[in-house]
């Protein structure tokens, strides 16, 4: 989780706006037009004056009110909602695809909540031990707040591609890149925990977006070039020593078998020198990088 990290709560959020379908609101419509097309018609064929001032003026009317109605249609295409404001205050978001029809004062935002996806660029950073390495990393985020998503911050892409860079950042300065120590996470032995908590913190920090992150996953860890043969080197010392290692535990294990099992079958009685060394001998052949060339003794150990 990342620390001091104290972002202000949400002034708003995101609620259904009122409306209606808008295939019956288009059809109605188009009945008020045609009729004050038929009034017009049937005014201008009038003597009187004043019945055709009147008729002319109820055609009008109509003709006005009918595209005024017409203005609220709103098309939304599946994977999109639209964010409504009247006179600067946010009165719903429409989600429901297909052609709706809302307030034709209203100012309607499209806003995407389809599932996005953001790729940092390769950034320079140092490790928890102070190394320098190059790191990038792949984020899967999704609109969950339209209300939040435009009016908490100005431009909610930019905010997640700043805010992603910055947990980026702040995830790798906080673990090394490779652990000796097995109690302790590292970036490269340590992938899936590092990507879980760089999605939790990338979360939280977008959050006051209106923004849900989906998936994080790092695309890129390497050392910086000009360190990289040395780690390279460090770390095949490591391999060796760790493979060294393995090898002398098994084959201190197989020496103590051998004993085990000679002593208890009574196959040969050894005293200690003896002892010694057929571990010795043992060991040299069990922890030798050759194969071991047999030498035929025609004496005995004291001679």
């Not at 989780?1 to 609620?15: A, G, I, N």
């Not at 038929?38 to 008729?55: E, K, M, P, W």
């Not at 906080?174 to 032995?189: I, N, V």
């Not at 695309?219 to 090898?247: C, D, F, G, K, W």
């Amino acid at each position: 989780m990342p620390e001091h990290l104290d972002l202000p709560t949400p002034q708003v959020r995101e609620r259904v706006a009122r409306g209606a379908s808008g295939w019956s609101v288009l059809a109605l419509s188009i009945l008020v037009l045609i009729l004050s097309v038929v009034i017009f018609v049937i005014g201008v064929q009038r003597v009187d004056s004043t019945v055709v001032v009147s008729l002319i003026g109820l055609s009008l009317l109509f003709g006005l009110g009918a595209l005024i109605t017409l203005a609220g249609l709103t098309p939304v295409a599946p994977g999109e909602a639209r964010v409504l404001q009247l006179l600067g205050r946010y009165t719903g978001t429409v989600r429901t695809d297909g052609l709706r029809w809302v307030n034709p004062l209203t100012a309607r935002r499209r806003i995407s909540t389809r599932i996005r996806n953001h790729e940092t660029d390769v950034l320079k950073v140092n490790d928890a031990d102070g190394n320098p390495i190059e790191i990038a990393a792949v984020v899967v985020w999704q609109v969950e707040d339209t209300a939040r998503a435009v009016f908490e911050v100005d431009d909610f892409i930019e905010f997640v591609a700043i805010q992603t860079e910055t947990a980026v950042r702040h995830i790798a300065n906080s673990y090394p890149y490779d652990s000796h120590d097995t109690a302790q996470m590292s970036l490269r032995d340590n992938a899936d925990e590092i990507t879980a908590r760089l999605s939790e913190e990338i979360g939280v920090r977008v959050a006051a977006a209106g923004v849900k992150i989906i998936e994080s996953r790092l695309t890129r860890l390497a050392y910086s070039p000009e360190i990289a043969h040395a780690m390279l080197r460090r770390q095949q010392a490591n391999a060796v020593v760790a493979a060294r290692t393995r090898i002398v535990e098994g084959a201190v294990g197989m020496v103590e078998m051998a004993l085990a099992r000679l002593a208890d079958n009574h196959v040969v009685d050894l005293d200690e020198e003896r002892k010694a060394a057929m571990v010795s001998n043992l060991l040299v052949v069990l922890c030798g990088d050759r194969d071991a060339q047999p030498v035929v003794n025609a004496g005995t150990l004291y001679s």
